[in-house]
């Protein structure tokens, strides 16, 4: 049975609305047909990486074969978990969450998009804090880290929000220009500290070592 095979797939993360889970090859075309739709207003350019500059269709292209990389390439000592948020059953975007010896540094960092007309509506941030009570919670994480764009308002407050703390400033190359972003960093201690909503994860114990190596 492929779960037998690819542990990763009953990996569940249940929040108050939210579903987020490895997505169906049906429904990684979905997510990525919302993609091909926009996900950030024209003009803004919160990704390093400038995948939503594509035209639409490469766009879509670009979502999938980015999963199937991740998925491809995965080793305990860098992995990069993609998961499909959804409500009722509806793709609103995808997340991940990214391991680079994390057996040793135990650090995570995370990315989100959500298609356009789901933003401004809190899922973001619920997303969020699912990904990073896996890290903590369900990995034993010690930090993790994010880099934003300074002029990124709505990323800035949704970190900021959940207890980030500023970590210096990263420069890199954002078609042919310097860019400046934000580097934040959440420790365990100040999520612990925090209170959150529950989240419920499930199918983890089946891929732990996936992530951590074996006990």
């Known amino acids: ?20 889970r490895p997505p169906t090859e049906d429904e990684l075309a979905a997510l990525a047909e919302l993609a091909a739709e926009g996900v950030h207003e024209p003009g803004e350019q919160p990704f390093l990486t400038a995948w939503t500059d594509l035209p639409p269709a490469e766009r879509a292209r670009h979502v999938m074969q980015q999963h199937w990389r991740h998925l ?9 978990l993609e998961l499909g948020v959804f409500r009722d059953g509806e793709p609103l975007g995808l997340v991940g969450l990214m391991g680079s010896e994390f057996a040793v540094l135990r650090e995570v960092k995370t990315w989100s998009w959500l298609g356009l007309r789901h933003q401004r509506q809190g899922y973001g941030t619920e997303a969020r804090v699912a990904l990073l009570q896996l890290a903590f919670d369900g990995l034993d994480a010690e930090a993790a880290r994010t880099e934003v764009f300074q002029d990124n308002a709505g990323s800035q407050g949704v970190s900021r929000k959940l207890g980030y703390q500023p970590d210096g400033i990263s420069r890199d190359v954002l078609h042919g220009k310097a860019v400046v972003s934000d ?11 925090a209170g959150h909503p529950k989240v419920e994860i499930t199918g983890l114990a089946e891929c732990r070592d996936w992530f951590v190596g074996p006990s």
Do not use: I, K, Y
Not at 1 to 20: C, F, K
Not at 183 to 193: E, F, I, K, P, V
């Open 72 to 80: 491809g390439t995965w080793t305990q000592n860098d992995w990069e």
């Open 183 to 193: 580097r934040l960093r959440l420790t365990r201690a100040d999520w612990l500290r």
């Open 1 to 20: 049975m492929l779960t037998t095979v690819w542990p990763l797939r009953q990996l569940r993360l249940t929040t108050e609305r939210l579903v987020l």
